[in-house]
């Protein structure tokens, strides 16, 4: 697996597919300062998994002509990582404004000193046998490879324990989706310590004359993967969290809505909105609701409330038998409720759709099951699935082609 690259490719796609929820979102929010550094560790951190992974290092050695230019990539975007990680939990924190800035800043000069030294160890080293998997273990002895990958693990392992000794801290005075975050990340944390321990005794093994390579090659890469997407997902949670809370249950409605939506959109005409693939749950529902009221209030002079007490009677004959408790009672009153509703509402689309003469009921304008959400989706279902709605629906048809047959022929 670890040839193929996809124990890298794999959280790498993850942390991508997660950078592409948030765009749409970024046009209103990127001035929040907990935005950019959230953003650049989903987007950071799918880079490094696709430059981690060897057939990657091996296209990016060729394309740039420099063995093992891969190496000191790969180091300086985990560099970036583990900057990207403390500055965004210190904008977490909070705290005066200035103090917050001070903080923010010495970290980024700090792990912007440790990638230029990266970059320039690796330029006085001599390093020119690729190697894709085991560059740690391989250059371990050699003169500023050595410095380089110690100077690299060094780092990050401080700003691991920094990272998880702040959440440790704070975990317990938060509660809800942060806790959950918080937790994530320290999950995350203990892989990644696992991850560098690997490599530190891998590279002792080395320096001892022993060959532990298999912890460099085989253990680490799955265990730095996993941590990489779970302290990905720790800090994305508290952002992406609601927003996809709020799409879920938009599409839940959405989905429930549509047999009420699919009756009444045609009554829109050329108004009727389309959806593109892209369209979010939460505008679909919008749309499709105020298709819903648009089309409801078309149908509401054909409204004709003898079909819907006659449906009501019908309703309450075909329910069980009577209910003993109150509260069950009223369950199949409102039920009764909503299938008269929707038999009504079904016969006057017949109504409108045919452009016969309007009822000018004045009693009812909207009905209460279509202005509450939870009775419009059982709305949706009677008109769905209620044989009562469908009798109604084909009476209404039969009346208009009787009407239609009665009247005198056009001179």
Same mark, same amino acid.
């Given at each position: 697996? @670890?040839? &193929?690259?996809?124990?890298? #490719? ?40 696709? $430059? ?55 970290? *980024?000069?700090?792990?912007?000193? *440790? ?6 160890? $690796? ?14 273990? #391989?250059?371990?002895?050699?003169? #500023?490879? %050595? ?56 590279? +002792? ?18 265990? *730095?993967?996993?941590?990489? *997407?779970?302290?990905?997902?720790? $800090? ?10 709020? @799409?879920?249950?938009?599409? @839940? %409605? ?19 909105? /389309? ?22 209030? +078309? ?21 069980? +038998?009577?209910? /003993? ?8 009153? /409102?039920?009764? =409720? ?18 016969? &003469? ?9 009905? /209460? ?23 109604? =629906? ?7 082609? =009787? ?7 056009? &001179?």
């Amino acid at each position: 697996m @670890n040839g &193929s690259g996809l124990v890298f #490719y794999i959280p790498g796609a993850i942390l991508l597919i997660a950078v592409a929820i948030k765009v749409p979102s970024l046009r209103e929010t990127w001035r929040d300062p907990a935005i950019m550094p959230s953003s650049a560790i989903l987007l950071i951190g799918s880079a490094v998994c696709l $430059f981690s992974a060897p057939p990657t290092i091996t296209a990016v050695n060729a394309f740039t002509g420099i063995s093992n230019f891969s190496g000191p990539l790969v180091y300086c975007g985990m560099s970036a990582l583990s900057a990207a990680y403390i500055v965004l939990m210190i904008v977490w924190r909070g705290g005066p404004l200035p103090e917050v800035r001070r903080r923010m800043l010495l970290v *980024v000069a700090l792990y912007t000193v *440790v990638i230029i030294g990266i970059v320039v160890l $690796f330029a006085l080293a001599d390093a020119p046998v690729e190697r894709t998997r085991d560059l740690d273990t #391989y250059y371990a002895n050699t003169p #500023y490879m %050595r410095e380089m990958i110690l100077l690299y693990l060094a780092f990050h392992t401080l700003a691991t324990v920094i990272l998880t000794g702040m959440c440790l801290g704070w975990l317990r005075m938060v509660t809800g989706i942060t806790h959950t975050g918080l937790t994530l990340i320290v999950i995350g944390s203990c892989f990644d310590l696992s991850y560098q321990a690997a490599k530190y005794a891998s590279l +002792a093994a080395r320096w001892t004359g022993r060959d532990w390579d298999f912890l460099s090659t085989d253990v680490s890469p799955p265990l *730095v993967a996993l941590a990489g *997407v779970l302290v990905a997902t720790g $800090f994305a949670l508290p952002r992406l969290g609601p927003p996809l809370a709020d @799409n879920a249950r938009a599409w @839940n %409605r959405y989905r429930l809505q549509k047999p009420l939506w699919a009756e009444l959109r045609d009554l829109r005409g050329s108004a009727t909105a /389309e959806f593109r693939w892209w369209t979010s749950p939460v505008v679909r529902l919008t749309q499709q609701e105020i298709t819903i009221l648009d089309g409801v209030l +078309a149908c509401g002079p054909y409204l004709d409330l003898e079909i819907r007490d006659a449906a009501y009677a019908e309703a309450l004959r075909q329910s069980a +038998a009577p209910a /003993e408790s109150g509260r069950a009672r009223q369950t199949v009153l /409102e039920d009764a =409720r909503v299938v008269a509703d929707a038999a009504m509402l079904a016969a006057a689309r017949i109504h409108v759709t045919e452009r016969h &003469s309007a009822y000018r009921t004045t009693e009812v304008s909207l009905l /209460e099951t279509v202005e509450r959400p939870h009775t419009r989706v059982r709305l949706a279902r009677a008109i769905g699935s209620s044989p009562i709605v469908a009798a109604a =629906r084909r009476r209404a048809a039969l009346r208009d082609v =009787r009407q239609e047959g009665s009247q005198p022929p056009r &001179s």
